[in-house]
């Protein structure tokens, strides 16, 4: 737990960093678009090579999709205003995604963060209201995202514990018809083979017949028991053979 909290929060901050240093060079402040056209077209080929090439990419790779999706927010907020931007409300969904993808010392990283980052900036004016609210609105929202995320973690855990606990019951259940079924099978064999011997050697003609009855129904019921057995076995085999 430590070490993803260290990675996220360094990916996170490593992000905003980049983004004040990318707007703080002269030489790179006019090519801010560029970058973000670049940024999102990285973000679609990941995703288009971990479609069509999932080997190359580690099976979770959301540390990867917030750090661009947070430095593209970013560098799209600032180039619009700042903290007078029109999508400014960007930065909140962010800090909902990071919240239910991560842990909560992330979440009060990020929003620490980006405090600093627009307070750094020189657009920043405190004296402004404008800028203040929105500084406070960050503050504001990071509870809600933390509550959120909380929240969306204990019913993923709820859902897979139901998804545990069914895969359980079907199994024991498939277990038990399978022993039963095999049970029956067997105790219905030695009761026809036993009256396969009986009957030829009744002479009462009516409990011959009785007998005769009695052997066919025995017979139409282990034939439902063994199709009962092979559609259990086709039902295992199905499980087993979905990968988990």
């Known amino acids: 737990m430590p070490i993803r ?27 801010t678009l560029q970058l973000v056209a ?19 990419f580690h099976k979770n790779t ?9 430095a593209m927010i970013l560098l799209l907020v600032s180039e619009t205003g700042a903290l007078t931007s029109p999508l400014f409300f960007l930065l909140y969904f962010l800090m909902f995604g990071v919240a239910m993808l991560y842990d909560i010392e992330a979440t009060l990283v990020l929003t620490g963060v980006l405090i600093l980052y627009f307070l750094l900036l020189p657009t920043t004016n405190l004296s402004d209201l ?10 504001m929202v990071t509870p809600l995202a933390i509550l959120t995320g909380h929240i969306y973690e204990t019913d993923l855990e709820d859902r897979r514990a139901r998804a545990l606990l069914s895969q359980h019951i079907s199994r ?16 219905l064999l030695s009761a026809l ?5 009986v009957i030829p050697q009744t002479k009462i003609r009516s409990l011959h017949t009785d007998l005769e009855t009695l ?28 990968p988990s």
């Open 5 to 31: 909290f260290l990675s996220h929060t360094f990916l996170l901050v490593v992000a905003v960093g980049g983004v004040y240093l990318w707007l703080s060079s002269p030489l790179l402040f006019p090519y």
């Open 38 to 56: 670049l940024l999102v077209l990285l973000y679609l080929a990941t995703h288009w090579l971990r479609a069509h090439k999932p080997k190359l």
């Open 62 to 70: 959301v540390t990867m999709d917030v750090t661009l999706l947070t």
């Open 130 to 139: 404008a800028h203040l609210s929105e500084l406070l609105a960050l503050v």
């Open 172 to 187: 024991e259940e498939t277990d038990t018809l399978m022993f039963l079924s095999l049970n029956l099978k067997d105790t």
């Open 193 to 197: 083979d036993n009256l396969s011997v």
């Open 215 to 242: 052997y066919q129904d025995l017979k139409t019921l282990y034939r439902s028991a063994d199709e009962l057995q092979q559609t259990l076995d086709h039902d295992s085999d199905s499980q087993n053979s979905r």
